[in-house]
Nanobody, 127 residues
């Protein structure tokens, strides 16, 4: 059974850090680009980051550039999102998604091109 499972979310104070993980089962991530998305209550889903299958290309939303870093360990079939300098506006459910392509698409942030999605993990930034 193909699955993507996110973990690592939680409650953190402003300025703090979290590292999210996206673990795949039932298929190998070697040939998949992975996107990270988030959705806050009452807001539309937002593309946060995307990483190509070989880690040669990474993309970030302007809102997280310089604070978030995406990486992957294909040997562990896992992709990570390191989030630093967290702000209250980063509060959302974070989900990962896989597309059977080596590269992130031109519209990686839109979400329509992905084949599989995880259920998400809650990130809350609050004092």
């Amino acid at each position: 059974q193909v699955q993507l499972v996110e973990s690592g979310g939680g409650l953190v104070q402003p300025g703090g850090s979290l590292r999210l993980s996206c673990a795949a089962s039932g298929f190998t991530l070697d040939y998949s680009a992975i996107g990270w998305f988030r959705q806050a209550p009452g807001k539309e889903r937002e593309g946060v980051s995307c990483i190509s299958s070989s880690e040669s290309s990474t993309y970030y939303a302007d809102s997280v550039k310089g604070r978030f870093t995406v990486s992957r360990d294909n040997a562990k079939n896992t992709v990570y999102l390191q989030m630093n300098s967290l702000k209250p506006e980063d509060t959302a459910i974070y989900s990962c998604a896989a597309v059977f392509s080596f590269y992130c698409g031109y519209s990686w942030y839109a979400g329509s091109e992905y084949d599989y999605w995880g259920r998400g993990t809650q990130v809350t930034v609050s004092s």
